[in-house]
Antibody, heavy 120, light 107 residues
Framework: EVNLVESGGGLVQPGRSLRLSCLTS????????MNWVRQTPGKGLEWIGF??????????MYAPSVRGRFTISRDDSKNIVHLQMNSLRAEDTAVYYC???????????WGQGTTVTVSS | DIQLTQSPSTLSASVGDRGTITCRAS??????LAWYQQKPGKPPKLLIYKASNLEDGVPSRFSGSGSETEFTLTISGLQPDDFATYYC?????????FGQGTKLEIK
């Protein structure tokens, strides 16, 4: 069974950092790009960014709202993808999902999400 | 960024009805559009990719159509399990963007 499990969410003060992790199982992780998507009641679903496979040098793309503050990385030996979030702002408060990317940018498998709250 | 506008925001329908949701893109995205279903407290679930391709395991009462800037998700013969919120997403240009969602509720 394909499974994605996010962890690392919590309450953090503005300006601080947090690292989310997504542990995967049940599929050939190294063969898939991976996305991060977040959701808030106010702004709905927002694609944050993704990381390509090693075949494409593991390059990344980010949404403008997080570019320069967030970094996605992957460890194919551990089937895990990370989201490093720096300089957090109140507007980064959301449920964060990692997703498997199939069909070129489409998320065919989603984790259950982890909640990040940025507040003093 | 490409803006996606879904209509209606809320759709009230009965079991057995046909439900139709529209997604309009602010520029040509060819067929790079996906549809997702989300229920409260759960992550979204992929229904349709590349505008009209049914994801494995999704019931055939779901169908997608359209291209360029106008797309439609149709649910033929609504079932109780179909009452949820639906989102479109474009994966033509970065940043990928989502529509604001359509809540399908029981009339």
């Amino acid at each position: 069974e394909v499974n994605l499990v996010e962890s690392g969410g919590g309450l953090v003060q503005p300006g601080r950092s947090l690292r989310l992790s997504c542990l995967t199982s049940g599929f050939a992780f190294a063969d898939y790009p991976m996305n991060w998507v977040r959701q808030t009641p106010g702004k709905g679903l927002e694609w944050i960014g993704f990381i390509r496979t090693k075949d494409f040098a593991g390059t990344t793309m980010y949404a403008p709202s997080v570019r320069g503050r967030f970094t996605i990385s992957r460890d194919d030996s551990k089937n895990i993808v990370h989201l490093q979030m720096n300089s957090l702002r109140a507007e980064d408060t959301a449920v964060y999902y990692c997703t498997r990317d199939a069909h070129t940018g489409t998320s065919d498998v989603w984790g259950q999400g982890t909640t990040v709250t940025v507040s003093s | 960024d490409i803006q996606l506008t879904q209509s209606p925001s809320t759709l009230s329908a009965s079991v057995g009805d046909r439900g139709t949701i529209t997604c309009r893109a602010s520029q040509n995205i060819n067929s790079w559009l996906a549809w997702y279903q989300q229920k409260p407290g759960k992550p979204p679930k992929l229904l349709i990719y590349k505008a009209s391709n049914l994801e494995d395991g999704v019931p055939s009462r779901f169908s997608g159509s359209g291209s360029e800037t106008e797309f439609t998700l149709t649910i033929s013969g609504l079932q109780p399990d179909d009452f949820a919120t639906y989102y479109c997403q474009q994966n033509s240009n970065y940043p990928y963007t989502f529509g604001q969602g359509t809540k399908l509720e029981i009339k």
